[in-house]
């Protein structure tokens, strides 16, 4: 558990988001415009959902999909490090993007393979946690380290690349249980249904995931450059962005909770959340307090809604978890690609705080598909 949430706080955190982090700064070290920034986070967010694509099909083998999503993580991360200028920086940040789509689906598996029934959801959901602890790691090297963002992106690559190997090698040790219990693998038919027919099951929860991804785009890219244009200074944008991480963090100490409400409900909530503490960072950034608490309000609701994601896909296709989670991760993703590029556009056109006010309507919207309960 411990590993695998390094790894999570390693691909998320600490590569796939920490591009939001240093944006200000690598649109001043690069001269990229805000329509740039927002297709490459919109590039990057294709690649996270191709990778978490490879990762359901693949399925069967977590410790190759594990494998693969340090790799690419931590190459990425490196590249960015490294990168002269936007040519090589570019591929680099999209590449970058697909460890953390790899690495969501292949933890499910070793997790659901290497912990018992009755402490699994709670496993899932403090792995899953791991994005918390790693923005709080970028932003305590964005304090040290800024405006030398290169270095922390190599720092990203370093830790990733530890945190996977440690996966790899604690999964070996674990391979064979002593519980008695042979975890049910997942199959391709599945309680006797066709192939493929069990994703017609999550098209509630699909649509919630669309809506929340292109919601919480609006903070993952542009926040902390939201902040910096309303006033805030780098100290306190980037302490802004830890109360992200505490945030997350703070799932861990709220997942039992969670667990006895139903997914729906959970996910409702959650999603509630991200649209109040997005319409705060619309409507309040530059007052004193009100960013670093709708950040921590966000960072807590965002993390908690996956959480929440993991839980409605066990609940609703059983036999297929891990591939029904990927399924609901790339929807989340490719709605904050559509996210990030749209709202680059709107902001461009009516400026950042009507876009977060649009992204705002969008998460309560998401939280509208889990008031109807658990069955699709």
């Known amino acids: 558990m411990v590993a695998g949430t390094a790894l999570i706080a390693g691909t998320y955190g600490l590569v796939r988001l920490a591009y939001g982090l240093f944006l200000s700064d ?18 990057a967010s294709v690649v996270y959902a191709v990778g ?40 680099a940040a ?47 090297l964005a304090l040290a380290l800024l405006p030398q963002w290169r270095l922390g992106f190599a720092v990203g690559a370093v830790f990733t690349a530890a945190a996977g190997v440690a996966v790899l090698v604690l999964d070996r040790s674990g391979a064979h249980r002593t519980d008695g219990e042979t975890p049910r693998p997942d199959g391709p038919a599945g309680a006797g249904r066709p192939s493929w027919r069990w994703m017609a099951d999550l098209r509630v929860p699909a649509l919630g995931a669309l809506l929340l ?4 785009a609006a903070v993952w890219t542009y926040g902390r450059a939201h902040l910096v ?49 997005i319409a705060g960072l619309a409507l309040g950034a530059g007052v004193p307090g009100v960013a670093p608490l709708a950040c921590l309000l966000f960072g807590w609701a965002f993390v908690a809604a996956t959480s929440a994601q993991i839980a409605w896909a066990s609940e609703l296709v059983a036999e297929r978890v891990a591939s029904a989670t990927a399924v609901l991760f790339i929807t989340l993703t490719l709605g904050q690609a559509l996210g990030s590029s749209a709202l680059a556009v709107l902001a461009d056109h009516e400026g950042q ?24």
Do not use: K, Y
């Open 353 to 376: 705080a009507s876009a977060f006010l649009v992204a705002a309507g969008a998460a309560l919207l998401a939280a509208g598909c889990g008031r109807g309960g658990s069955q699709p």
């Open 229 to 277: 244009a309303e006033g805030l200074g780098v100290t306190a944008s980037t302490l802004a962005w830890m109360a992200l991480g505490v945030g997350g963090t703070a799932t861990v100490l709220t997942a039992s909770r969670q667990a006895r409400s139903t997914p729906a409900r959970a996910w409702a909530v959650t999603s509630a959340a991200v649209g109040a503490s």
């Open 94 to 140: 999209i590449v970058g993007s697909a460890g953390a789509g790899l690495a969501s689906p292949g933890l499910v598996g070793v997790v659901a393979r290497g912990v018992p029934v009755a402490r699994r959801d709670r496993a899932q959901a403090v792995v899953n946690s791991g994005t918390g602890p790693g923005l709080v790691l970028a932003a305590a």
């Open 52 to 91: 978490a694509l490879v990762g359901m099909v693949a399925d069967r083998w977590p410790r190759l999909v594990v494998m693969a999503a340090l790799g690419t993580a931590a190459l990425g991360s490196l590249g960015m490090a490294v990168a002269p200028g936007p040519a090589a920086f570019v591929p």
């Open 213 to 216: 991804g292109a919601a919480s």
């Open 26 to 43: 690598i649109q001043a070290s690069m001269g990229l415009s805000s329509v740039q920034a927002g297709s490459i986070a919109s590039g």
